[in-house]
């Protein structure tokens, strides 16, 4: 049986679907069971897509132009 | 033209003017995104995109497959930034406890862990909480900042990040895994935790 500890280190492959089909059913039996790991999954889930959704800063017009220029003068 | 449908590293070794213009539309965002990611100085992080700009127009006939062409940029990318870095800048290490619960001697979790992923939206994603991420992204390694941004935000796959970086498989995991436990520490040290515990 895996600990807390294990679960947590196995969080990234249980998402990336990287676990083979034992540890994965292990790993989800532990979840079923435990309400600390189940919150530490869902909030690291979580955090993965808060992350997503930090906005992104554009390139500046200014810089564009700049590029746009390179092919102009290699030319 | 439909450059959409048509190879443009291709195109671009033909020095067609509108297959680069074409390049800046695909990746002139993903290219400023991913310096910034490394560099703090607007300046530092301008002079790279241009240089990386610079090496893909005027070496793009080195590139063997040209199905490669998205790869190269980030690589270059990746390098061109790691450079100007190494110039003036220290980076500190975090290690994979820092950012974990804590576990008794048993393994299990010492105290409980507080389920804040159903908190309204409007609470997660504020923009108070997106500046103060921000701000805690700032003290992961470089090396991990690259590989979230390239799987989280970019959403390469592993393998590709692999290639892009040369690092093996388990490193790009390894480094993701650490990235993401500093999020959602954060996020929870955001939401009044500490240690992501709460007692």
Not at chain 2, 3 to 19: H, T
Not at chain 2, 137 to 147: A, G, S
């Given at each position: 049986m895996n600990s807390c500890r294990d679960i947590v280190d196995?969080?990234?492959?249980?998402?990336g679907d990287d676990l083979d089909s034992r540890t994965r059913r292990e790993f989800e039996l532990h979840i079923e069971g435990c309400v600390d790991c189940t919150a530490f999954l869902n909030t690291y889930k979580k955090s993965t897509d808060i992350f997503k959704k930090i906005p992104c800063e554009s390139i500046p017009e200014e810089l564009i132009l700049k590029l746009k220029s390179i092919s102009g003068k290699k030319r | 033209m439909d450059?959409?449908?048509?190879?443009?590293?291709?195109?671009?070794?033909?020095?067609?003017?509108?297959?680069f213009e074409e390049l800046l539309n695909r990746y002139s965002d993903k290219v400023f995104r991913l310096a910034m990611s490394v560099l703090k100085k607007p300046e530092d992080v301008e002079d790279v995109v241009q240089d990386v700009f610079l090496t893909v127009y005027s070496r793009i006939d080195s590139l063997k497959e040209d199905k490669a062409l998205s790869s190269w940029i980030y690589r270059i990318t990746v390098n061109t930034s790691m450079m100007k870095l190494r110039k003036n800048s220290v980076c500190r290490e975090v290690t994979f406890d820092e950012n974990l619960p804590g576990f008794n001697q048993d393994g299990s979790h010492r105290s409980r862990v507080r389920d804040w992923s159903r908190t309204p939206e409007d609470e997660v994603y504020s923009a108070e909480l997106m500046d103060y991420l921000k701000e805690s992204?700032?003290?992961?390694?470089?090396?991990?900042?690259?590989?979230l941004q390239l799987k989280d935000m970019d959403g390469l796959r592993n393998q590709e990040v692999a290639d892009i970086l040369d690092i093996s498989l388990s490193a790009v995991k390894s480094r993701l895994h650490r990235a993401r436990l500093l999020l959602r520490e954060s996020i929870s040290d955001y939401f009044g935790e500490g240690r992501g515990d709460l007692a």
């Open positions: 196995l969080i990234a492959d249980y998402l | 450059l959409f449908n048509m190879n443009l590293s291709k195109l671009l070794k033909r020095r067609d003017p509108i297959a992204l700032e003290k992961l390694p470089v090396h991990d900042k690259i590989v």
